[in-house]
């Protein structure tokens, strides 16, 4: 502990410094259908992929029918559409949490929509509407004591450190710096440098016998997630596959690695970013 001549206390606090844009997008059926059309669910995975570096606050869903039918039958549909889309969002890891409204509202009349073509307007009605709305900017207040006291906090060992030290079997090693792509099993770039220094010490490191365990976030009933690249539910299981042919690529022997998929076993809790991750488990130490 040291004294300081100044200390600048940070209090974050959660009103508006200005009004966020919330962020909306449109699912569009075919009559009497609420399975996704292939060129829709290709745009919807698309609006998903641009929200993961926004931090969201809650996730609308309105499903809708055209004006034909009767009142119970397009409220049953636009349900169904809403939660249609629901699942998508829980099948590449959106968080349900997120998830404040999944509706249906039933038909929408003709004359809501500005467009002469009725066949064009009930098109556009068969739809479901998703409004992401973000977090608000936190607001940082700074205010300043005199002869305060800083007390360090002890510094948390790298993961490379780790590796380095002392292992026994059991250990389990969380890869906390190597982040991943919402719906994919490739690491994101600005965690590639440490994932290679991570390969190289396992190079070094013939001690060791470990399992690679891939894990993902928000999904329901600890399922696994999809992998958008293949179209496959073993999100878990490629993402430790993925570390795992990395690793074999720089030299680290297959024979001393295994790799399993645990899907959403075993959340961490906090940030779900933190969830889609791999840890390895030694299960072997020489002497």
């Known amino acids: 502990m040291y004294k300081l001549l100044v200390f600048f206390l940070i209090t974050l606090q959660t009103s508006f410094v200005f009004s966020q844009k919330e962020l909306t997008h449109e699912v569009y059926f075919d009559t009497d259908k609420f399975d996704i059309p292939s060129t829709e669910e290709n745009r919807l995975l698309l609006f998903i992929s641009n929200l993961a570096d926004i931090d969201i606050e809650s996730i609308s869903i309105f499903g809708f029918c055209d004006d034909i039918g009767a009142v119970s039958y397009n409220l049953k549909l636009s349900q169904q559409r809403a939660n249609a889309i629901k699942t998508v969002f ?115 490191r013939k001690d060791i016998y470990f399992t690679i365990q891939g894990h993902v976030c928000c999904t329901q009933y600890t399922r696994d997630a999809v992998d958008r690249k293949t179209n496959l539910r073993n999100l878990s299981e490629a993402r430790a596959e993925y570390i795992y042919d990395y690793f074999a690529k720089k030299g680290v022997d297959k024979k001393r690695m295994r790799h399993i998929g645990l899907r959403r076993k075993f959340p961490l809790g906090g940030d779900p970013k933190y969830d889609r991750r791999v840890e390895i488990v030694i299960t072997y130490v020489g002497k």
């Not at 607001?139 to 002392?166: R, Y």
């Not at 919402?182 to 190289?200: F, H």
């Open 90 to 204: 829980s099948n590449n890891e959106i968080s349900e949490d997120l998830i404040t409204n999944v509706d249906g509202k039933g038909k929408i009349l003709l004359k809501i929509v500005e467009e002469k073509n009725v066949v064009k307007i009930r098109g556009l009605n068969r739809k479901v509407e998703i409004i992401v709305k973000p977090k608000p900017p936190k607001v940082i207040e700074v205010k300043v004591e005199k002869e305060a006291i800083k007390v360090e906090e002890p510094k948390k060992k790298e993961v490379q450190d780790v590796l380095k030290g002392d292992l026994k079997v059991g250990d389990k090693i969380v890869f906390d710096t190597i982040l991943f792509k919402t719906g994919y099993s490739q690491v994101m770039p600005e965690s590639k440098k440490t994932l290679e220094a991570i390969a190289n010490i396992l190079v070094e």
